[in-house]
T-cell receptor, first 115, second 115 residues
């Protein structure tokens, strides 16, 4: 399976600031996704990162708050903008290598605390 | 859309005993059911999966069963060991990903193995 690297692994930020999280994959993948996992909760899909075009956001998530880029088939970024304490979560990148199999692999996540 | 329910939310078993986690899904079109294990401070790791054309799959101490008629599937861990302590997530989706066939995760089960 693809090796997924996320940076940073954790961060503590002040409210009102923004943080950009990077996801790098060691091979070209078909699909890339961003999830949020609030403390003690399940995984919630934020958006699908589309290569060369705007991301597809899930209900409750908007581009102004979570801008996403995917310039190529191995790299994506998620920005958490104008942060508040409610944004304190784990943010996870995941990938699907082959559409036909639809198996998702996850990065280790970015643990974000907003003060 | 698909909805996945997972029980129990917490489970404590004696080392060496078996653990069973159960999930139900709502969309009869779902045909792929992965299970993820998330250890503290890490991202979810795929541990086993099953497709709708089989009723059971086993990998060493881990097995998954699927009942399509009842729309439920279960994870069985035998001879539990301390390293099995983690949060386990079931999920359901359609093989052959499209924008309409996201992976839907259960709420998670926190498994603790007592020495």
């Amino acid at each position: 399976s693809a090796v997924i690297s996320q940076k940073p692994s954790r961060d503590i930020c002040q409210r009102g600031t923004s943080l950009t999280i990077q996801c790098q994959v060691d091979s070209q993948v078909t699909m890339m996704f961003w999830y949020r996992q609030q403390p003690g909760q399940s995984l919630t899909l934020i958006a699908t990162a589309n290569q060369g075009s705007e991301a597809t956001y899930e209900s409750g998530f908007v581009i102004d708050k979570f801008p996403i880029s995917r310039p190529n088939l191995t790299f994506s970024t998620l920005t958490v903008s104008n942060m508040s304490p409610e944004d304190s979560s784990i943010y996870l990148c995941s990938v699907v290598e082959e559409l036909a199999k639809n198996i998702q692999y996850f990065g280790a996540g970015t643990r974000l605390s907003v003060l | 859309g698909e909805n996945v329910e997972q029980h129990p939310s917490t489970l404590s078993v004696q080392e060496g005993d078996s653990a069973v986690i159960k999930c139900t899904y709502s969309d009869s079109a779902s045909n792929y059911f992965p299970w993820y294990k998330q250890e503290l401070g890490k991202g979810p790791q795929l541990i086993i999966d099953i497709r709708s054309n089989v009723g059971e799959k086993k990998d060493q101490r881990i097995a998954v069963t699927l009942n399509k008629t009842a729309k439920h599937f279960s994870l069985h861990i035998t001879e539990t060991q301390p390293e099995d302590s983690a949060v386990y997530f079931c999920a359901a989706t359609l093989k052959g990903y499209s924008s309409a066939s996201k992976i839907i995760f259960g709420s998670g089960t926190r498994l603790s193995i007592r020495p």
